[in-house]
């Protein structure tokens, strides 16, 4: 853990102050057609990138585990590649099914905000108004502090030291701080919201998400539970199509899936003063500091140095990492292994990409 603390604090030292970046709505963005595997696309060099340099991306994308890896310019496949086997053994392809890992988070994010628009439930809310007293081993008054804005927000208060900081069950749930004054990567409470949006909703939550966001913009996959956790799988350019929904700022062609603006923009940034990089379950970068998974120090710099200051991300273990950089309309997807195995998010992995990346794109 000291190692992998070394080094971000030395990777960051190399970033250089950016000119902050104000993301805009897309004009000219592509929708690839619902149930169809057609999907524009733009050669690399018809955008004057550095052609020269994609055989070192590619070289380090193979190095790092990457099964898969697409870049989308205003939608459209810039690159498209697909390394190794997958889950099955076979050969990787853009059917290959694989995990998200952490970077699901903001699917949640995102089906919170709709059963939130729809008037299910409002993120001011106490969760034990949906997950009923005693859902944790907190008195009563600690309890009712916890609101699903703080579950949101990696605030619950809840003590993520525990054994197993996955496990979801009251024993497992004890008290560290008052809720919001302590940030922490906490996978138990995080997990919790979409008990959370079942019961707010009356809906399974592949259910609700399968009709409010998945079906509506094309992709595939589905949540699967394992063990305490519960996991999205897809493909890869499943991630892509949900790159475009929030790079599109919730809308999909001319049909609106999530028109809440209000909590689009609280979702992608700043969500409390405690984490500058964290926002609604999203990591953002150029902030000036940032924490990480199961460590309470602040870091100087951005998460992502070598990226756009403006660049948003879902991201995951093992390097699943979904990035949006309204400033360029660019999604970046990268699905695999690898990575860091003392993080829950693989900071390293985003980092040795934009490394390369940066040099393809000028």
Known sequence: MKKTLLLLLAVTTLACKKKEVKPSIPTDLYFPPLQSAEWEQIKPKDLGWNTAKIADLENTLQQNGTRAFIILKNGRIVLEKYYHTDLFGQNFTQNSLWYWASAGKTLTATLVGKAQEENFLNINQKTSDF???????????????????????????????????????????????????????????????????????????????????????????????????????????????????????????????????????????????????????????????????????????????????????????NGQILDIIPSQNLIVVRMGTGGTTATLVSFDIQNQIWQKLSEVIQ
């Open 131 to 317: 997950l009923g007293i005693g859902w944790t081993s907190l008195s009563a008054a600690q309890e009712s502090q916890i609101t699903i804005r703080h579950q949101l927000t990696m605030t619950s208060g809840l003590d993520d030291a525990v054994s197993n900081p996955d496990c979801t069950t009251p024993n497992c749930l004890i008290f560290k701080a008052n809720a919001g004054s302590r940030w922490a990567y906490h996978n138990a409470p995080y997990t919790l919201l979409s008990k959370v949006v079942e019961n707010a909703t009356g809906q399974t939550f592949n259910n609700y998400f399968a009709s409010r966001i998945r079906d509506k913009i094309g992709m595939d996959g589905s949540w699967i539970g394992q063990n305490f956790n519960n996991i999205y799988y897809s493909t890869a350019r499943a991630m892509a199509r949900f790159g475009i929904l929030i790079l599109a700022k919730g809308k999909w062609q001319n049909q609106i899936i999530l028109n809440d603006a209000n909590y689009i923009e609280a979702m992608i940034n700043t969500s409390q003063n405690l984490n500058q990089s964290y926002g609604y379950l999203w990591w953002l970068n150029g902030k000036n500091s940032f924490m990480i998974p199961q460590s309470q120090l602040v870091f100087s710099g951005s998460i992502c140095p070598y990226a756009p200051v403006d660049m948003y991300a879902a991201i995951g273990k």
